[in-house]
């Protein structure tokens, strides 16, 4: 086949790929559509020029490439896999983890059924719009006969006399930045831009998308850097990239992209909203890190706050504790069929089953050991529930309520994303004042203050209760253990498994030692603490960038160096969607458990949960979703909404 033939045939193989791609974005099948749009930039690097090496590593987003401490760790940020996957993420230490974003009526992407209502068929353009003007400001190539792609840095360099964009960005001052913006702008109105290079910003700006609403923030990330490197003047890959940084707590970063946004496209009102809402996080975190850095410890609200200070309406008809705050079961059924109806828990009640379980849980060590034997001959492990109450009923349904002969293990995310997160999180710790040894609580990392901003559990808290209740919730989430170990063997051939949320680490050598020696009263922002509630395991042996931007990709051979020399069998994590609700990798030493069934109400997975006994042998329940209230996911989660993040 002659060279032009398979060029237009691979041009041609990938257009149909990204349609197929929009159709499933449309239909809200995320995980196909990224799928789909990594297929289709195979098929068209194959036909694309070869995209320059960078002036500097730096990329315009201002994130930094860390190594996992392996000598199997992947290329530069700054570059692309052949296969066109991330391969670089921001590193832990960047800032603190995901600070999600939000969206407004008139939201940067729209949704499926808003794109559809739109008629938005543009087959020059990307699957979703990016709100009002921006969704209208592709600017395809305008000449054909261009040099090969024009790399940002370049055409920023001549304009400002900087060295890289990258260096641009990392100016200190509202007015040098406001300027740089400026000129940058002004220097990308005179780039042009081959067709073929148009299409590979569009694809990438499209994948980052689908990245961004699976939680990849760091792949997401660099697939906007290289959008951005084949077509400057691409407005979309520029926000979606603020997107991801704005999710990963990098406000500067994002900060950077949205004004030259702005100044590219001044009319659009919806991204100088979002400037706006970064500039206020922005100065929020500086203000914040200023403070922490000089004043002294405060003691937690928890220990000073007097739950009797809050009055019971008297026309409160629903469940009520004594002022010894005895949680029995008469309380915890009549508290399931009030939730169930959509009606509170009267704060007073709330606060002190909170503030009872936030004793209990502190007095816990980082890895909690629960044996699994005669005495103890089960336990339910659940995974992520995030804040699907009736599918939580439902698991009780199908496996019986808590007990101390039925205990349970809620392996770290019950709240955001679902809008009924308070239900969630308040029956699970009800039942674990009214009876510890029932259930068993690990930290997820949406049990965070970054996440719970975005994601949606503040946003819940403040408008069934308010803000003090949340400081409340906050400081129970940090003292909830890290892991538990599960330990069979008391009886013969019995073994031992570590339950952890999110995953192992980017470094041989870590022992539970090492774990329980944590402090774990803080926010995950790097360490161990954050691998062990971001990283996720990955098929090739070795490590790898977290496409989270957080954490680290760990391999088979990672998990079994690990379980060997801590005397374990088996690692059991949550953290990810699976479409079965569980999965087993790692030559069957390694398990996903997910319990979030038809997850934010369109995913389809299933969910399932593990009951192990003394032989600690998995035996795996799935189960569907059920019906719920007429409230969709993400309701209370603005600043999701408004990033572009849903």
């Not at 400037?275 to 928890?302: G, N, V, Y």
């Not at 019906?627 to 989660?637: E, F, I, L």
Request: contains cysteine; hydrophobic residues 40%.
């Amino acid at each position: 086949m002659a060279g032009s033939t398979r060029v237009e045939a691979l041009r041609s193989e990938a257009e149909a790929l990204r349609e197929r791609a929009n159709a499933a974005y449309r239909e809200q099948n995320i995980s196909s559509a990224e799928a789909l749009y990594s297929e289709a930039l195979d098929k068209l690097r194959q036909a694309a020029p070869p995209l320059p090496k960078r002036k500097s590593a730096t990329t315009a987003a201002g994130t930094t490439g860390g190594k996992a401490g392996s000598k199997t760790m992947p290329p530069a940020a700054s570059q692309a896999s052949p296969s066109g996957s991330a391969t670089e993420g921001t590193t832990n230490g960047a800032g603190a983890p995901p600070a999600p974003g939000a969206v407004s009526a008139s939201e940067t992407d729209a949704t499926a059924s808003d794109a559809a209502a739109a008629g938005d068929t543009d087959d020059n353009d990307d699957a979703a719009s990016t709100a009002s003007s921006v969704s209208e400001t592709h600017m395809p190539s305008d000449d054909e006969s261009v040099p090969p792609p024009v790399a940002i840095a370049d055409a920023v360099n001549e304009h400002t006399g900087n060295g890289s964009l990258g260096e641009l960005v990392n100016g200190h001052t509202d007015q040098t930045e406001d300027a740089e913006a400026t000129a940058a702008a002004a220097a990308l109105s005179k780039v042009s831009v081959k067709e073929v290079q148009s299409a590979m910003a569009v694809l990438l700006s499209n994948r980052a998308l689908m990245r961004l609403r699976l939680e990849q923030y760091g792949a997401a990330e660099t697939d906007a850097t290289e959008a951005i490197g084949w077509d400057p003047r691409y407005v979309k890959a520029y926000y979606r990239r603020a997107s991801a940084s704005f999710a990963l707590g990098h406000y500067r970063p994002a900060l950077k992209d949205l004004k030259l946004v702005t100044r590219l496209v001044p009319t659009d009102k919806d991204a100088a909203a979002k400037l706006k809402e970064c500039s206020r996080r922005a100065k929020e975190a500086a203000f914040s890190a200023a403070i922490d850095s000089t004043a002294p410890p405060t003691q937690p609200l928890s220990e000073t706050f007097d739950f009797k200070d809050l009055v019971v309406e008297q026309s409160y008809d629903g469940p009520k504790l004594g002022a010894d705050g005895v949680v029995d079961e008469a309380f915890l059924s009549s508290l399931l069929v009030r939730f169930r109806s959509q009606k509170p828990l009267a704060a007073r009640y709330a606060a002190q089953i909170v503030l009872a379980a936030r004793r209990l849980l502190v007095a816990l060590p980082n890895i909690v050991t629960l044996r699994v034997d005669g005495s103890q001959p089960k336990v339910t492990v659940c995974g992520d529930t995030h804040g699907q109450y009736y599918d939580l009923l439902h698991i009780f349904e199908l496996n019986g309520l808590p007990s101390a002969t039925n205990p349970y293990l809620f392996n770290g995310d019950f709240v955001d994303r679902g809008s009924f997160s308070v239900e969630v999180i308040m029956t699970l710790l009800a039942y674990k004042v009214a009876c510890p040894e029932s259930m068993h609580l690990t930290r997820g990392n949406h049990e965070t203050l970054s996440m719970n901003s975005v994601y949606g559990f503040q946003g819940e808290v403040k408008a069934k209760y308010n803000d003090t209740l949340f400081k409340l919730f906050s400081e129970c989430f940090r003292a909830m253990p890290l892991a538990y170990v599960l330990d069979g063997t008391a009886v013969e051939s019995g073994r031992r498994a570590l339950v952890l949320h999110g995953g192992l680490f980017s470094k041989d050598g870590v022992t539970l030692a090492d774990l329980q020696a944590l402090n774990r009263d803080r926010e995950p922002d790097s360490g161990l603490m954050a691998e062990m509630l971001w990283s996720d395991p990955q098929k090739e042996d070795g490590w790898g960038p977290s496409k989270r931007g957080i954490g680290v990709s760990f391999g088979p051979d990672v998990t079994s160096r690990f379980l060997d020399a801590n005397d374990l069998a088996l690692v059991v994590r949550s953290h990810e969607m699976k479409e079965e609700g569980y999965e087993v990798e790692a030559n069957g030493r390694l398990i996903t458990i997910f319990s979030a069934p038809n997850y934010c109400d369109v995913q389809g997975n299933k969910g399932a949960f593990i009951t192990f006994k003394s032989e600690m042998v998995p035996e795996f329940t799935q189960f569907s979703a059920v019906p719920h209230p007429n409230v969709r996911p993400m309701a209370y989660a603005r600043d999701a909404a408004m990033m572009g993040l849903l």
